[in-house]
């Protein structure tokens, strides 16, 4: 909704999710930015 009224001019979600949210109806371009974020962490143990 945001988007549609103008409150923001943006958004930041993977592909997938711009097309099933059908964000692609309210905004105009589409920058494909290779990043990722992941909450996976690696764990070692120092001994």
Do not use: C, H, R
């Not at 909704?1 to 309210?26: F, H, R, W």
């Amino acid at each position: 909704m945001a988007l549609k009224t103008g409150v923001a001019d943006g958004q930041m979600n993977p592909p997938m999710y711009i097309i099933m949210g059908s964000l692609y109806e309210v905004q105009d371009y589409l920058t494909l930015a290779n990043i990722q974020y992941s909450d996976q962490f690696l764990v070692g143990n120092g001994a």
